[in-house]
T-cell receptor, first 114, second 110 residues
Framework: ETGVTQSPTHLIKTRGQQVTLRCSSQ?????VSWYQQALGQGPQFIFQ???????GRGNFPPRFSGLQFPNYSSELNVNALELDDSALYLC?????????????FGPGTRLTVL | GEDVEQSLFLSVREGDSSVINCTYT??????LYWYKQEPGAGLQLLTY?????DMKQDQRLTVLLNKKDKHLSLRIADTQTGDSAIYFC??????????FGQGTELSVKP
């Protein structure tokens, strides 16, 4: 059984650019959640996808968008990057769309915006 | 509103017990979690407790929940240098989102 994987591990972009981050969920899991972790802070919920549909969203602007594919892998897209978008982006997968399902995290993608 | 608070730092000697504390505001959280994060890594689930339980023990880890005071603690027995990391408390919020505290940095000295 493979765990949650994310790519790339590190990324450097400049302000105003767009970025796509990728996540493969743990085998058998159909729900993916994305979190942003700024330096020295706890993770903040961005959104969750269940069976290719957005299933909940945190307090992030529309320039943060996502997709989930039929194999349940997922992408996080961020447009018009700002300096404050520099953070560790974490993806978590869970077994089904039930809120009580445990979320298992990937290693994260470190995004630096210059 | 939803909020989770933790003390920022804890330093212990190897072999001692560590107790990491957390308070939360959302009394509707049905599950409460403890995650561990090592430098440059993602979050590793350590344990969780359902809100109708007072205590859960899992090897060296003991979780205590005081629902009246909305207080959660994680006790690590016989703390080792490999336990040095940041520990996050998280509550389950609306729609399956996890609400995290700021994290407690545990430093274990030999």
């Amino acid at each position: 059984e493979t765990g949650v994987t994310q790519s790339p591990t590190h990324l450097i972009k400049t302000r105003g650019q767009q970025v796509t981050l990728r996540c493969s969920s743990q085998s058998g899991h159909n729900t993916v959640s994305w979190y942003q972790q700024a330096l020295g802070q706890g993770p903040q919920f961005i959104f969750q996808y269940y069976r290719e549909e957005e299933n909940g969203r945190g307090n992030f602007p529309p320039r943060f968008s996502g997709l989930q594919f039929p194999n349940y892998s997922s992408e996080l897209n961020v447009n018009a990057l700002e300096l404050d978008d520099s953070a560790l982006y974490l993806c978590a997968s869970s077994l089904s769309g039930r809120a009580s399902d445990t979320q298992y995290f990937g290693p994260g993608t470190r995004l630096t915006v210059l | 509103g939803e909020d989770v608070e933790q003390s920022l730092f804890l330093s212990v000697r190897e072999g001692d017990s560590s107790v990491i504390n957390c308070t939360y505001t959302d009394s509707s959280s049905t599950y409460l979690y403890w995650y561990k994060q090592e430098p440059g890594a993602g979050l590793q689930l350590l344990t969780y407790i359902f809100s109708n339980m007072d205590m859960k023990q899992d090897q060296r880890l003991t979780v205590l929940l005081n629902k009246k005071d909305k207080h959660l603690s994680l006790r690590i027995a016989d703390t080792q240098t490999g336990d040095s990391a940041i520990y996050f408390c998280a509550g389950l919020g609306q729609g399956g989102k996890l609400i995290f505290g700021q994290g407690t940095e545990l430093s274990v000295k030999p």
